[in-house]
């Protein structure tokens, strides 16, 4: 098919990028990174007639670390930035790997964490860590700006719950989330050059006593959006973890999936998948140091 003719627009602000999406309506794109839309308008699946170019926009870049603790990231931050932040390694390790696992070291220069959410694709590397990570967007609108939970920003396969004049500017980290214990783990059949087949982010805080105080766990490419393993969660909480209660909420931690079969994995193995890497991750995420189970 290839690509057709467009309009093409360098925003210099927010309000001017808004202005155009209003204008233009569902037939504008936003161009950040470039690519996964790149692509798609390549191969014909999306015909934009205004493609807003908002790399030029001070502020949407970039990540650091606020006075009130949370951790702030520009959603034009690429995922190369992530991958090799000190910051980030340290407040929250699982995305720096989730950044690090996302294609080549050419496309991790461009692509951007915006980008990567809002693609909304189910497979996305970074969906799982920040959901584990109780990450939430905000988003610049024309009429009004808000912020919501990552969790309800995904409707389904490439939708979201962003509106067409509406832009988003920022993914924050809360407080109590930032440097706890995290890790993210996937497993793709070409390596980083591949999508993931299932990915799992875990995050967990655990109190003096060894007990776990709050657990998350996000899933990758086994349901039609990325998604929270809330009985597994539930079955963590409160809990001193023992080598058999994190394999119990391993196999609770299925019960979130709905895969489907397709050429990288059938909707079985993706299960086993599932259970097999978030019992995985809980003990990495356990364990940072690479310790072993003492006991039951």
């Known amino acids: 098919m290839g690509m057709e003719g467009f309009e093409y627009v360098k925003a210099h602000t927010i309000d001017e990028a808004l202005r155009c999406l209003q204008l233009h309506g569902d037939q504008a794109s936003i161009y950040g990174g470039g690519t996964d ?35 702030r990231i520009g959603a034009l931050t690429t995922m190369r930035q992530l991958e090799t932040s000190p910051v980030v390694a340290r407040a929250c390790p699982a995305l720096a790997q989730a950044a690090a696992a996302l294609g080549s070291l050419l496309i991790r220069n461009r692509a951007t964490l915006g980008g990567n959410i809002c693609h909304a694709s189910p497979s996305a590397e970074t969906a ?75 995050a967990l805080r655990i109190d003096t006593h060894g007990c776990v105080v709050e657990a998350r766990i996000g899933l990758g490419a086994v349901a039609p959006t990325p998604v929270r393993a809330l009985a597994a969660e539930e079955m963590l909480r409160g809990q001193r973890p023992t080598e058999e209660i994190v394999h119990q ?47 039951k």
Do not use: N
């Open 249 to 295: 909420a391993s196999l609770r931690a299925v019960e979130a999936t709905q895969p489907i079969s397709d050429s990288r994995g059938s909707a079985e193995y993706r299960k086993h998948l599932t259970e097999v890497l978030v019992e995985r991750a809980l003990t990495g995420a356990l364990f940072p140091k690479g310790e072993a189970w003492t006991g």
């Open 37 to 71: 839309l790149i692509v798609q308008m390549k191969a014909g699946l999306r015909r934009p007639k205004c493609l807003v170019d908002v790399k030029g926009i001070p502020g949407l870049a970039g990540m650091g670390l606020e006075a009130d603790g949370r951790l």
């Open 128 to 202: 799982p860590a920040l959901l584990a990570l109780d990450a939430s967007v905000s988003v610049a609108g024309h009429e009004k700006s808000r912020t919501m939970p990552l969790d309800v920003l995904f409707l389904g396969p490439g939708v979201t719950a962003l509106s067409h004049d509406e832009l988003l500017v920022e993914i924050c980290i809360p407080r109590e989330w930032v440097g706890t214990s995290s890790i993210y783990l996937r497993h793709s059949i070409r390596g980083a050059l591949d999508l993931a087949v299932v990915g799992v982010g875990v």
